[in-house]
């Protein structure tokens, strides 16, 4: 499989850029993804979605995953607003806001300068309330209603409140 080295270009606003990138995926690593995205096992299903198995002997597993991903449309519900979010905390425009709250959360802990959306994965593992600020804007497909998004590892988020 050929290596998906260039950010995806999607016609939609709200598309994914970080995680449709091979080298981004691979600093990330097979155990991280895993954690990210068996949670989903289920919602995948119910789509006849079928993510690559994060298999440390598979050469292909990072390019597959990202052209999985690629089509954004085909991810509903929670996994595709999670994702968007998660990438939206990796922005660079949310640099601030993100190291600010892993500073918060996360004192003395280290986290990879080098990797935005690892750095907002690293938060979302250890507190994913403070994704509050960072909600990707509710999609026409498999969007949540309302201010809040449904999490897997807690009910709702709330407003941030600083």
Known sequence: MKPN?????????????????????????????????????????????????ADPQD????????????????LRGRLRQTLLTIELAASPENDQPLRSALQRRLPGISVAEDCALD???????????????????????GGLAGSTIQLVHAPTIQPFNG
């Open 119 to 141: 750095r907002a994965l690293e938060l979302w593992f250890a507190a994913p309330e403070q994704f509050s600020q960072f909600i990707a804007p509710k999609s026409d497909q």
């Open 59 to 74: 050469d292909d597993y990072f390019a597959d995953l990202a052209n999985a991903l690629i089509i954004t449309e085909r």
């Open 5 to 53: 080295l260039a950010p995806a270009t999607i016609s939609e606003p709200a598309g994914l850029n970080y995680f449709t990138q091979t080298p981004i995926l691979r600093q990330i690593g097979h155990r991280r993804l895993a954690k990210l995205l068996n949670p989903f096992d289920d919602d995948l299903k119910a789509v006849n979605l079928v993510l690559p198995k």
